[in-house]
């Protein structure tokens, strides 16, 4: 089992910035592949940004490159994701999620995008981008 918990979220104005932190407890933190996702109220739950097992590969949805930068701290248990230039489309619930694909780890593969390839879900932070 993996425990993450989100912090960070909160009110900002359009252009501002963000860093959202997730600190995993339970198994080996390097075991895992780790994801940003974000929903907002009537929508499906969409890709943000993943980060490889040995941080070697990112992976960005269209919405947010150049704007956010994932990254990892294997020491501190711990995954970031900076915003800036935030917009109010950027309003949603953010969760970090943890996968635990071996083959994907022995490789260091690129991260996946898709949901149900995640083990582990956080219970979210809320983010709000005011225009």
């Known amino acids: 089992q993996v425990q993450l918990v989100e912090s960070g979220g909160g009110w900002v104005q359009a252009g501002g910035s963000l860093r959202l932190s997730c600190a995993a407890s339970?198994?080996?933190?390097?075991?895992?592949?780790m994801g940003w996702f974000r929903q907002s109220p009537g929508k499906e739950r969409e890709f943000v940004a993943a980060?490889?097992?040995?941080?070697?590969?990112?992976k960005y949805a269209d919405s947010v490159k150049g704007r956010f930068t994932i990254s990892r701290v294997d020491a501190e248990n711990t995954v970031y994701l900076q915003m800036n230039s935030l917009k109010p489309e950027d309003t949603a619930v953010y969760y970090c999620?943890?996968?635990?694909?071996?083959?994907?780890?022995?490789?260091?593969?690129?991260?996946?995008?898709?949901?149900?390839?995640?083990?582990?879900w956080g219970q979210g932070t809320q983010v709000t981008v005011s225009s």
């Open positions: 999620a943890a996968d635990g694909n071996v083959a994907g780890r022995v490789l260091d593969r690129i991260p996946s995008g898709i949901p149900v390839e995640y083990d582990y």
């Open positions: 339970g198994r080996a933190f390097s075991n895992y592949a």
């Open positions: 980060i490889s097992w040995r941080g070697s590969n990112t």
